[in-house]
Every structure is written in structure tokens, then in C-alpha cells.
């Protein structure tokens, strides 16, 4: 049986604060409500670092203030600064490389009174050679995880941190946390907003590069349309009117979606209408086109395309088809049929 004194008896307990020490945590209490107002009313990413960093400083007292944020496996420097609110040069980004890898590994804070000398990190070599006397380092967390960490140091002998800094900093730190969260989320609704807007705009330039309606033939009714997975893609068609009278259909798909997808498109279609004027029929023009695309395509980017030549005089139609689905022929006795002859690679897999 333990014969040590019960942990809830008076003798075991810590003392009470003193009056001085009552007055330092009140101050830390009326300092923190001040900062937690200043850092919630940023709105911008910078200003809201600096601010984060700068009270920091003043409520610990510190020296110098570092703020680090996760970045991929490792932590970067977002902000450092001075006890005069100065930013630091790199060059002078020392901080004890150890104590901030194992915060931000475990999400535990660290204090280290007059580190130089202190037996837990004697072997650090980290911490005796930037000569601190103390260290404070805690770590940024929400309920997503661990954000990063802030860490403040000193050298002045007037000021070294103890066990009861640790509650306000790390008060302090979940307020950060709060607030870096909060304003990376509106940046991210912001770039979101941004990016939606593109592409409307990108959308409605895009309908600008495909014909809205299908050119009056005399013996040819027709209708074109598209309505795109995403805002937009690689879906393109054209109607092509030749100087002799005879009309040409192309109906193509890029491979991928989005942007890309949407400006491969936009200059195919403009290559497509170069190569049917100058070869003036189907297998030259879609020879023409693969070389151009199989040159031109970046990350295995390919098209596959439906190019059909109509011509009026003699009520027939000439087609080649590059890797696209088979279109439906319907005959005036309503017989619907598909042309599955004549199927090829599409553009832009093989050269010549």
C-alpha cells in the first residue's frame, strides 16, 4: 500500500497564485480578449499572420515570434517577427529545428526554461547553439488537425517562461488556429467564386466558337446543339459551307473536360475549317488534321471526330470517321440504321 500523501489533501496541493502573480494572469486575461477582438476582425491573409505573430509577442513577451504552417511533409515560415513588430530576415529564421518537427508531430506543447543548460534537450545541439535561455512552442489545431505551430523565444535574463504562461499561449494559440482556419476557408470560397466566374465567361466565349444554327440548303434541314458535362469541354461541332455549294459537318470530342479540353477544341475547329478548304475532301482533310494534333498534343490529349462532306447537286454524302460513335442514318421509309464502316483511330494517337 503507498504510503505517499493523498494528492487531494492540502499539503499537495500547488499554492495559491500571489497577489502579483493574480495581477499577471488578469493582465494575460485582458490581453488575450484584446488580441482575440484584433486577429478575428483580419480579413486578409497577411495582415492576419503579422497580427497573429505580433500578439503573440506581446502577450508572452518574447524576444522574437515565429509562425509556421504545415506545407506538404514539412512546415514553412509564414511569419516571423521581432519584439518591435519588425519582420526578421531569413537569415535570422533560427529556431530549434527539433523542438518545432516534434509540436508539430504531436501537437503537444513544449517549454524549455533556459534551454542552453536544460537536461531533457542537453544533446540537442539545435538549442545550444542559438544560446536561448527559453522556449515556448505550440501547436495550431482545429478540428481538421494540426495547422501548424507558433513559437516564441527569449534571451533576455528579465524574462523566462514558465508553466503558467502555458495556458495563455495556448488559449491564444486556439483562438490562431480559429481564425487561420476561418480565413483560409474564405480564400478558398473566394478563389471558388473567382474560378465559377471564369468559367461562365469561359462558357459564353466558347458557344461563340460553335454555330448556333445550321446554314438554309435547299434539300438539307438540320439543327446543332451542345450541352457540356461541365461548364465547359471538349465537345465541338461545325458546319462548313465550301464555295462549290457543298456543306461540311464535323462533330468531335476532345479528350478530358474543362478548360483545356475547351482550348484544344477552340483551336481544332479552327484548324479542322483550314485543312477542309485547302484539301478539299474528306480522307486529305482528316490526314492533315491527325498530323497537326499529334504534333501538338501535350499530356496524351487525342480527339476523336465524325467529318461528313454533304453535297447537294449529287444527294450525297462523303464521311470519315476518327474514333467518334457512330452516327444514325434514318431513310425516308423511317428505317433507322448506323454507319459502322469506315471507323479509324482517333486524331492525334499515331502521326501520318
Same mark, same amino acid.
Given at each position: 500500500?503507498?504510503?505517499?500523501?493523498?494528492?487531494?489533501?492540502?499539503?499537495?496541493?500547488?499554492?495559491?497564485?500571489?497577489?502579483?502573480?493574480?495581477?499577471?494572469?488578469?493582465?494575460?486575461?485582458?490581453?488575450?480578449?484584446?488580441?482575440?477582438? %484584433?486577429?478575428?476582425? +483580419? #480579413? !486578409?491573409?497577411?495582415?492576419?499572420? *503579422?497580427?497573429?505573430?505580433?500578439?503573440? $509577442? &506581446?502577450?508572452?513577451?518574447?524576444?522574437?515570434?515565429?509562425?509556421?504552417?504545415?506545407?506538404?511533409?514539412?512546415?514553412?515560415?509564414?511569419?516571423?517577427?521581432?519584439?518591435?513588430?519588425?519582420?526578421?530576415?531569413?537569415?535570422?529564421?533560427?529556431?530549434?529545428?527539433?523542438?518545432?518537427?516534434?509540436?508539430?508531430?504531436?501537437?503537444?506543447?513544449?517549454?524549455?526554461?533556459?534551454?542552453?543548460?536544460?537536461?531533457?534537450?542537453?544533446?540537442?545541439?539545435?538549442?545550444?547553439?542559438?544560446?536561448?535561455?527559453?522556449?515556448?512552442?505550440?501547436?495550431?489545431?482545429?478540428?481538421?488537425?494540426?495547422?501548424?505551430?507558433?513559437?516564441?523565444?527569449?534571451?533576455?535574463?528579465? %524574462?523566462?517562461?514558465? +508553466? #503558467? !504562461?502555458?495556458?495563455?499561449?495556448? *488559449?491564444?494559440?486556439?483562438?490562431?488556429? $480559429? &481564425?487561420?482556419?476561418?480565413?483560409?476557408?474564405?480564400?478558398?470560397?473566394?478563389?471558388?467564386?473567382?474560378?465559377?466566374?471564369?468559367?461562365?465567361?469561359?462558357?459564353?466565349?466558347?458557344?461563340?466558337?460553335?454555330?448556333?444554327?445550321?446554314?438554309?440548303?435547299?434539300?438539307?434541314?438540320?439543327?446543332?446543339?451542345?450541352?457540356?458535362?461541365?461548364?465547359?469541354?471538349?465537345?465541338?461541332?461545325?458546319?462548313?459551307?465550301?464555295?462549290?455549294?457543298?456543306?461540311?459537318?464535323?462533330?468531335?470530342?476532345?479528350?478530358?473536360?474543362?478548360?483545356?479540353?475547351?482550348?484544344?477544341?477552340?483551336?481544332?475547329?479552327?484548324?479542322?475549317?483550314?485543312?477542309?478548304?485547302?484539301?478539299?475532301?474528306?480522307?486529305?482533310?482528316?490526314?492533315?488534321?491527325?498530323?497537326?494534333?499529334?504534333?501538338?498534343?501535350?499530356?496524351?490529349?487525342?480527339?476523336?471526330?465524325?467529318?461528313?462532306?454533304?453535297?447537294?447537286?449529287?444527294?450525297?454524302?462523303?464521311?470519315?470517321?476518327?474514333?467518334?460513335?457512330?452516327?444514325?442514318?434514318?431513310?425516308?421509309?423511317?428505317?433507322?440504321?448506323?454507319?459502322?464502316?469506315?471507323?479509324?483511330?482517333?486524331?492525334?494517337?499515331?502521326?501520318?
Amino acid at each position: 500500500m503507498s504510503t505517499g500523501p493523498d494528492p487531494k489533501t492540502p499539503d499537495s496541493r500547488a499554492p495559491d497564485p500571489t497577489p502579483a502573480e493574480q495581477r499577471l494572469d488578469a493582465e494575460g486575461m485582458r490581453l488575450l480578449l484584446e488580441v482575440s477582438r %484584433r486577429i478575428n476582425a +483580419e #480579413r !486578409d491573409p497577411e495582415s492576419l499572420l *503579422a497580427a497573429v505573430v505580433d500578439s503573440l $509577442v &506581446s502577450v508572452t513577451k518574447a524576444d522574437r515570434g515565429f509562425l509556421m504552417l504545415k506545407e506538404g511533409a514539412g512546415l514553412r515560415f509564414a511569419m516571423a517577427r521581432d519584439r518591435k513588430g519588425r519582420p526578421l530576415e531569413a537569415a535570422k529564421f533560427r529556431v530549434s529545428e527539433s523542438v518545432v518537427k516534434e509540436v508539430a508531430e504531436t501537437g503537444e506543447t513544449r517549454l524549455i526554461d533556459d534551454a542552453a543548460s536544460s537536461d531533457a534537450y542537453h544533446a540537442r545541439l539545435s538549442i545550444i547553439n542559438l544560446s536561448l535561455r527559453t522556449i515556448l512552442c505550440v501547436a495550431l489545431k482545429t478540428g481538421r488537425g494540426i495547422l501548424g505551430v507558433i513559437y516564441v523565444d527569449s534571451n533576455a535574463i528579465t %524574462r523566462r517562461f514558465s +508553466e #503558467r !504562461d502555458v495556458p495563455l499561449v495556448e *488559449a491564444f494559440a486556439a483562438q490562431a488556429a $480559429v &481564425s487561420l482556419e476561418r480565413v483560409r476557408l474564405e480564400q478558398a470560397e473566394i478563389e471558388r467564386d473567382r474560378m465559377r466566374r471564369q468559367l461562365e465567361t469561359a462558357a459564353e466565349i466558347q458557344q461563340t466558337f460553335l454555330p448556333s444554327t445550321f446554314p438554309e440548303v435547299e434539300g438539307l434541314s438540320g439543327a446543332v446543339a451542345t450541352v457540356p458535362a461541365l461548364q465547359v469541354g471538349g465537345d465541338l461541332y461545325d458546319v462548313i459551307r465550301f464555295p462549290d455549294g457543298r456543306i461540311g459537318l464535323v462533330v468531335g470530342d476532345v479528350s478530358g473536360k474543362g478548360v483545356p479540353a475547351a482550348l484544344f477544341g477552340a483551336r481544332l475547329l479552327s484548324d479542322v475549317r483550314y485543312e477542309a478548304l485547302f484539301h478539299d475532301d474528306v480522307a486529305g482533310t482528316l490526314a492533315a488534321v491527325n498530323d497537326i494534333v499529334a504534333r501538338r498534343s501535350t499530356r496524351g490529349m487525342f480527339v476523336t471526330l465524325l467529318y461528313a462532306v454533304y453535297e447537294p447537286a449529287a444527294h450525297a454524302i462523303t464521311f470519315g470517321n476518327a474514333g467518334h460513335l457512330s452516327p444514325y442514318v434514318r431513310s425516308a421509309t423511317g428505317e433507322v440504321s448506323r454507319w459502322e464502316d469506315g471507323v479509324g483511330l482517333p486524331l492525334g494517337i499515331v502521326p501520318g
